[in-house]
């Protein structure tokens, strides 16, 4: 009986100032079953980039303005039918690339994202891990790891071209034109965002941002906020291994 054959998966990781993660991410992919693996530099000036060039299968795309940008110009660069966005912070489980072709072989399905855990084993990162297994605008969020057919990303225009929520207006995208999925398995990722500033505050936060998102505020505006002189999400105001996160 003959069968399909595998399509290939290209990981994309956005990374800013991950001298520290970026090696061993990288290392981690190297045993799974992925045919490119892109970095999205964001403009680092630690070691980033070298680092990541010293990996003989890795591309790097050096671009500005954010997230969003970085993603579509490293998209740009890689060629696999299938596609990740993998955050330098996060690791995979190494069933990943079966769990995501399984997943997309549902042709309603037009992406989806892990479930997540922390490397932190406090008792809210754990409650706010938990929740993650449900598929909703404030349960679902770029460190999840999404996937997506290139088809579909192209279909809905890409990843907007904005440096802040650039991946949950991508998850929307993808829900206008089918089904987004939750798989089961985990990935892991630093909870170092929340150790800076603390899980509730950081929640409160979020909430604020995103509440304010749905009712038509615009990201501009919001971005402004999220990065205002002062306010303890500024950049500048992280120490600089934070700021890969923060970008």
Not at 91 to 110: H, T, Y
Not at 144 to 152: E, G, L, P
Not at 220 to 244: I, V
């Amino acid at each position: 009986m003959n069968t399909a054959p595998q399509l290939d998966i290209a990981v994309i990781i956005p990374a800013l100032n991950e001298e520290s993660r970026i090696g061993p991410l990288l290392h981690s992919l190297a045993a799974m079953d992925v045919q490119e693996i892109a970095v999205a530099d964001g403009g680092s000036i630690d070691q980033t980039v070298m680092i990541a060039r010293s990996h003989p299968r890795v591309t790097v795309v050096v671009s500005g303005g954010g997230r969003g940008p970085q993603i579509n110009a490293t998209i740009e660069q890689t060629r696999a039918p299938l596609l990740v966005i993998l955050h330098a912070d996060t690791i995979l489980p190494v069933e990943a690339p079966n769990l995501i072709r399984k997943a997309l072989e549902n042709k309603q399905v037009a992406g989806g994202c892990f479930r997540l855990r922390f490397d932190n084993p406090a008792f809210m990162l754990k409650l706010y891990a938990w929740f993650s297994r449900f598929e909703t605008s404030f349960t679902t969020f770029g460190d999840q790891a999404y996937f997506f057919r290139r088809s579909d990303f192209e279909a809905v225009g890409g990843a907007p071209e904005w440096p802040f929520l650039e991946d949950v207006e991508l998850r929307a995208r993808l829900r206008r034109r089918g089904k987004f999925v939750k798989v089961a398995q985990e990935v892991i990722t630093s909870a170092r965002r929340f150790q800076f500033r603390g899980v509730i505050l950081c929640q409160l936060r979020n909430l604020l941002i995103l509440t304010a998102y749905w009712i038509g505020v615009p990201v501009e505006c919001l971005a402004e906020f999220y990065w205002a002189p002062g306010h303890s999400s500024a950049r500048g105001k992280l120490p600089l291994a934070t700021q890969g996160r923060e970008q």
